[in-house]
T-cell receptor, first 111, second 118 residues
Framework: GDSVTQMEGPVTLSEEAFLTINCTYT??????LFWYVQYPGEGLQLLLK?????DKGSNKGFEATYRKETTSFHLEKGSVQVSDSAVYFC??????????FGKGTRLHILP | DAGVIQSPRHEVTEMGQEVTLRCKPI?????LFWYRQTMMRGLELLIY????????DSGMPEDRFSAKMPNASFSTLKIQPSEPRDSAVYFC????????????????FGPGTRLTVL
């Protein structure tokens, strides 16, 4: 079944630093891919998505490009803010098999 | 739309008691998911439904856990009897499933129910 491998955290950066959170996937075909974010005390919410290969998703300054040649969907942001501190999850949509979001990547941004 | 609604937001109970968590999915969505989140295990899928029918309950930890979806706008997750190790945040999410592609759109999560079993 479809699955993703995401770098473990925590990741600690200073404000205005460049962010990359790695995510690679294995999938049947080219499913949509998603990044979700979970702010403290809240549920997950969709951050961005890409629906096909070579597509770029973007939102709130974050970007991720669906690269089929490297089977990757890395999350990037050029200049992080303290308010970006959260847990980030890379995920394919459910497709039959059990879906495990896992622990995500916890991001701490220092002022 | 009000989004996915979960109740209660917080539940504190004693070991051995029955706990019922409730979820109202987004209107028009035909799939519903129950997750459990802990620091140790992260976010785990417990069970999910398509068109009110349970598709995969292999994530349900024990027979003490049961879930129902009597109609398209309501689902419950019940734990009976509850144990301290069930303490976690339980999330409900809904999505739109396409039978043609066999895939789902993005999931919309509720705010969660924080369960504490003493």
């Amino acid at each position: 079944g479809d699955s993703v491998t995401q770098m473990e955290g925590p990741v600690t950066l200073s404000e205005e630093a460049f962010l990359t959170i790695n995510c690679t996937y294995t999938a049947t075909g080219y499913p949509s891919l998603f990044w979700y974010v979970q702010y403290p005390g809240e549920g997950l919410q969709l951050l961005l998505k890409a629906t096909k290969a070579d597509d770029k998703g973007s939102n709130k300054g974050f970007e991720a490009t669906y690269r089929k040649e490297t089977t990757s969907f890395h999350l990037e942001k050029g200049s992080v803010q303290v308010s970006d501190s959260a847990v980030y999850f890379c995920a394919p949509p459910p497709y039959g098999d059990k879906i495990i979001f896992g622990k995500g990547t916890r991001l701490h941004i220092l002022p | 739309d009000a989004g996915v609604i979960q109740s209660p937001r917080h539940e504190v109970t004693e070991m051995g008691q029955e706990v019922t968590l409730r979820c109202k999915p987004i209107s028009g969505h035909n799939s519903l998911f129950w997750y459990r989140q802990t620091m140790m295990r992260g976010l785990e899928l417990l069970i999910y439904f398509n068109n009110n029918v349970p598709i995969d309950d292999s994530g349900m930890p024990e027979d003490r856990f049961s879930a129902k979806m009597p109609n398209a706008s309501f689902s419950t997750l019940k734990i009976q009897p509850s144990e301290p190790r069930d303490s976690a945040v339980y999330f409900c999410a809904s999505s739109q499933y396409s039978g043609g592609t066999g895939r789902y759109n993005e999931q919309f999560f509720g705010p969660g129910t924080r369960l504490t079993v003493l």
